[in-house]
């Protein structure tokens, strides 16, 4: 009997151990799928992130383009400005030469022409 009781072992060392085991075990599989789920967690955020830069990114090309197009507006705003300026200034002056110079536009025939070639 002797023998019996030196190989068995008390039952609280035992059983202490296959706890220890079970708990390491345990641990190791939450582990995993504590970095597994990490991994997922920070590809969901690289994702998005790439999204916004490609959102930002398509503003910034629509926000050039809206760009070119003002510039192109404001140099053909000033354009038509010059053609309606010089539209409008020629009445103006033919009146203002009848009133302060009293030049009046001469009657076609009056109008004569010079032939400088002398056929």
């Known amino acids: 009997m002797a023998s019996a009781a030196a190989v068995h ?3 609280g060392v035992g059983a202490l151990t296959r706890r ?3 708990k390491a075990a345990h641990r190791g599989t939450s ?3 504590g970095g597994v789920t990490w991994i997922v967690v920070l590809a969901v955020l690289l994702a998005g992130l790439v999204a916004v830069n490609v959102a930002v990114l398509q503003l910034n090309v629509r926000m050039d383009e ?3 197009d003002r510039v192109r ?3 053909e705003n000033a354009s038509l400005e010059a053609t309606l300026s010089s539209t ?3 009445p103006r002056i033919q009146m203002l030469a009848r009133k302060r110079l009293g030049v ?5 025939e009056a109008t004569t022409y010079v032939d400088i070639a002398g056929r």
């Open 9 to 11: 072992e008390p039952e």
């Open 20 to 22: 220890s085991a079970r």
């Open 31 to 33: 582990i995993l799928r």
């Open 66 to 68: 809206l760009s070119q």
């Open 73 to 75: 507006l404001r140099a």
């Open 88 to 90: 409008q200034a020629t």
């Open 104 to 108: 009046e536009p001469a009657p076609p």
